[in-house]
């Protein structure tokens, strides 16, 4: 078992979310609540067992919600730290518009990381 951080952005990442989910069905947004949990918790029980995104990152699939949480293992320090709770690639088959770019937010590079975790669309 590993020490999970979680990237200060992720709660509003995760507020966001939640409440979308809210204002349609509490019950769908309760269930999203406990499946980000469930993630937490299998990270930090088994931090190689999500699927490994690159050589530094890997990710959790929420079943039943186009999200990913997306996180950092840090075997140095027996550490893991969640980075982005994000639609999954691939969702997105037609482009962006700006008002959709500034309205989801698909990675969080944490200050202290030099390369930038970018999530690539089909």
Same mark, same amino acid.
């Given at each position: 078992?590993?020490?999970?951080? !979680?990237?200060?952005?992720?709660?509003?990442?995760?507020?966001?979310?939640?409440?979308?989910?809210?204002?349609?069905?509490? %019950?769908?947004?309760?269930?999203? *609540?406990?499946?980000?949990?469930?993630?937490?918790?299998?990270?930090?029980? %088994?931090?190689? =067992?999500?699927?490994?995104? %690159? !050589?530094?990152?890997?990710?959790?699939?929420?079943?039943?919600?186009?999200?990913?949480?997306?996180?950092?293992?840090?075997? =140095?320090?027996?550490?893991?730290?969640?980075?982005?709770?994000?639609?999954?690639?691939?969702?997105?088959?037609?482009?962006?518009?700006?008002? %959709?770019?500034?309205?989801?937010?698909?990675?969080?590079?944490?200050?202290?990381?030099?390369?930038?975790?970018?999530? *690539?669309?089909?």
């Amino acid at each position: 078992m590993v020490k999970l951080a !979680v990237h200060a952005a992720i709660e509003d990442e995760f507020q966001e979310a939640y409440l979308w989910y809210a204002r349609r069905n509490p %019950d769908v947004a309760e269930k999203f *609540r406990s499946l980000v949990h469930e993630a937490f918790d299998r990270i930090a029980q %088994d931090p190689l =067992g999500g699927t490994a995104y %690159d !050589v530094n990152y890997r990710f959790y699939r929420l079943k039943k919600y186009p999200h990913l949480v997306i996180y950092r293992h840090n075997p =140095g320090d027996d550490t893991a730290t969640v980075v982005a709770i994000s639609p999954r690639p691939g969702l997105l088959a037609k482009p962006m518009t700006v008002e %959709d770019r500034t309205r989801i937010n698909f990675a969080v590079r944490p200050s202290e990381e030099r390369n930038r975790l970018q999530l *690539r669309f089909a």
